[in-house]
């Protein structure tokens, strides 16, 4: 049962910050590599806010995802949208080359200390006598079912969330039945960007604020977004879910260390399987 | 658009290429105000990555050795050091591009500095390139019978520091542990001697948990060890992943007792786990002997020159006894060169000879002729065949969020029965 509650955790964070990864792969249709930077900008942006402008940590977390969806979609408009007629290997370059800019520039102005935000160690929850987890770890649940609930409303309530949709299904056809593809790609990656800096915040909030965030998260998220079927939102949270609940389980029978490659094998399975990942492919 | 497109694509290209070499090679401290007459002496090491925050504190310490040499009127009739640092990101790739940069565009005689798992990559170069490497923190087994040619370190050997881990838990009553270890090399090579040492003297380990750096969590991991329920945890992992396991094991009521390993016995790792949490952590690291003239000189003149003590555990006495013992054997070898300091290096270093303490005192007794034996800061540096050196070592706990000396092992600790 431990195991299994480990497993949600480690999915939650894992939805968090894949469903972004996925949204820009459904309308953009490149691998946005930058995205594990984008994480990256999150916690260290929540860490400016808290421990240098001293905000309480709530308003911290607000104020950087915020800004690090702000900046998500500058960086789009700067680096992506000039060279997006170019074809995706441009923009897979670019983004690439976006990432390891990000992390120089961060790493210039942070150094090579490793950080933490600092908080209090959190008290155990208990349900009929028995641990079952933090009252962070519950936090981090929490907010991943909020994120998840929020964005399907969004996608299914809203006017944008609905043309994201018919976007993510057909871009030529949703512009020429009205709608304006521009405005719903800046919606797209102030999303994006802003689930990237939270995913960033939750995982230093367990850890620790190391410049290797990023990379180390980029392609555990990019095996999430195959698993669930590159680019479907629903998909992804799934994936995230099998994903998390795989890797921490295994542990049970298998050597730690492999633990991480166990989403690999994961990815392998369903490259072989089911190429098309969990779901079709489509947004819902 | 197409312009556009172009000039955003080069942009970046650029950027990518100049941010790769910027981790790879760094920049030079000095290089510009060298003269030609100079001898330049790398610093090859991990300025930014996972070692950032020892170097840091190195680089002072190159410095004031550099300051000493230079002050004491330099080596082989006033020849200058010049020291040039180069980072390597904390990554193998990192050093091997860094090492030949300061081999083939620096022309460095030494390159001070690399860990482990680069002092490895470099093992085989090292002599081809007639330019030593010398490590003040590598203290993986792997380097244990290898070195000696191009090859030495003043950080003494995990099979040492393993073997006097072993031995004070065993008479301390500690018979049955679990390990968590980091899956790399240098967490692997921290414990391997400990173990094998820990089991040849009686004691159990339990269960021995391997991870992963950079999980989400590693809730799993500490189940594993609780399930085994062992009286004491070591930890051989990065200060990176101490957090989330220091701080769920706390949170989950886990009271066992931690030892840690002496990688990651700084000050930063009180800072990041928490003060709370830290409490009590114990550690077994290679320590200078406080009641070591050279050790509290080096201490006061750090001090002095850049206005904060040295850090203990950040090897910095290890670095600056490299430069002073390499400037040594250049003045020996009369020549300044990398296979100078090779060939003349366990002469100036090891008995016989006169003890002299300092590179002034050395000088002098060099230039008059004689045998000397340098006495570092870090310790006898005595190196062995293998250019391996055996250090005192000490017993340090977390006391009010600080590290605390609690007990003092001298060299000949292991040998004793």
């Known amino acids: ?284 | 658009m197409k312009k556009i497109s172009l000039i955003a694509v080069s942009i970046v290209t650029a950027a990518t290429l100049l941010t790769g070499c910027a981790s790879s090679t760094g920049g030079s401290a000095d290089g510009a105000k060298a003269s030609s007459g100079d001898i330049n002496v790398g610093f090859l090491a991990g300025l930014t990555g996972w070692l950032g925050p020892f170097t840091k504190e190195n680089i002072n310490s190159l410095l004031l050795a550099k300051e000493e040499i230079n002050e004491a009127g330099g080596i082989l009739d006033g020849k200058k050091i010049n020291t040039i640092d180069v980072d390597t990101a904390s990554t193998v790739e990192g050093a091997i591009k860094g090492y030949q940069k300061l081999v083939n565009a620096d022309k460095a005689v030494v390159a001070i500095g690399p860990e482990t798992e680069s002092m490895l990559a470099l093992l085989k170069e090292a002599p081809k390139s007639e330019v030593p490497i010398m490590s003040a923190f590598a203290g993986s087994t792997e380097l244990d019978e290898v070195g000696g040619n191009y090859a030495f370190r003043t950080a003494a050997s995990d099979s040492t520091i393993g073997e006097v881990r072993a031995k004070v838990l065993i008479e301390s009553g500690v018979k049955e542990i679990a390990i968590m270890v980091g899956n790399y090399e240098g967490a692997q090579s921290d414990v391997h001697r400990f173990k094998e040492t820990y089991e040849k003297l009686g004691g159990k380990i339990l269960e021995e948990v391997t991870f992963n750096p950079g999980q989400n969590t590693y809730n799993g991991e500490l189940k594993k060890i609780a399930k085994a329920n062992p009286k004491l945890v070591y930890y051989s992992g990065g200060i990176d992943t101490a957090p989330s396991i220091f701080k769920a094991a706390k949170q989950r009521g886990y009271a066992w007792e931690w030892y840690i390993t002496p990688d990651v016995a700084v000050q930063e790792f009180i800072d990041v786990i928490g003060k709370d949490v830290a409490e009590g952590i114990k550690t077994i690291i290679a320590m200078e002997d406080e009641n070591n003239q050279a050790f509290k000189r080096f201490n006061e003149n750090y001090e002095a020159r850049f206005k904060a003590k040295p850090s203990g555990g950040y090897y910095n006495a290890n670095t600056y006894d490299l430069l002073i013992a390499s400037a040594l054997a250049m003045q020996a070898a009369g020549e300044a060169s990398g296979s100078g300091i090779n060939e003349k290096i366990r002469e100036v270093t090891n008995p016989p000879g006169k003890q002299v303490t300092t590179f002034e005192e050395g000088l002098k007794e060099l230039k008059a002729g004689n045998d000397i034996d340098y006495q570092g800061a870090s310790g006898p540096i005595d190196f062995d065949e293998h250019g391996n050196v055996i250090s005192t070592n000490a017993l340090m706990e977390v006391v009010d969020g600080q590290w605390k000396q609690v007990e003092f092992f001298t060299a000949d600790y292991i040998k004793e029965d």
């Open chain 1, 1 to 284: 049962m431990d195991y299994v509650v480990y497993g949600i955790i480690t999915g939650c964070i894992l939805i968090i910050a894949s469903i972004g990864f996925s949204m820009v792969w459904k309308t953009e249709n490149f691998l946005n590599i930058a995205h594990g930077q984008l994480l990256l900008i999150g916690a260290y942006m929540a860490y400016l806010f808290k421990s240098v402008l001293n905000f309480p940590f709530a308003l911290a977390m607000v104020c950087s995802v915020i800004a690090t969806a702000v900046l998500g979609l500058l960086l789009a408009k700067v680096f992506y949208f000039p060279v997006r007629k170019s074809g995706i290997l441009v923009l897979l370059f670019t983004s690439i080359g976006l990432s390891w800019i990000i992390y120089g520039v961060i790493q210039a102005i942070v150094g090579p200390e490793i950080r933490t935000f600092g908080l209090e160690t959190s008290k155990m929850i208990d349900v009929f006598g028995r641990q079952i987890m933090s009252a962070q770890e519950l936090f981090i649940i929490v907010v991943s079912l909020i994120c998840v609930i929020a964005l399907h409303f969004v996608l299914t309530k809203t006017k944008n969330g609905k043309g994201f949709r018919a976007m993510a299904e057909n871009r030529d056809l949703a512009q020429i039945r009205g709608i304006n593809s521009r405005q719903l790609s800046n919606y797209v990656w102030l999303i994006s960007s802003g689930l990237a800096g939270l995913a960033g915040i939750l995982l230093a909030m367990t850890g620790t604020l190391n410049m290797e965030l990023g990379w180390q998260q980029i392609l555990i998220i990019m095996s999430v977004v195959i698993v669930g079927g590159m680019g479907n939102i629903y998909g992804t949270m799934l994936a995230a879910l099998i994903i998390g609940l795989s890797m921490d389980i295994s542990t049970v029978v298998i050597p730690t260390s492999y633990r991480t490659a166990i989403a690999f094998v994961i990815v392998i399975l369903v490259l072989l399987i089911r190429p098309q990942g969990l779901s079709r492919g489509g947004t819902a």
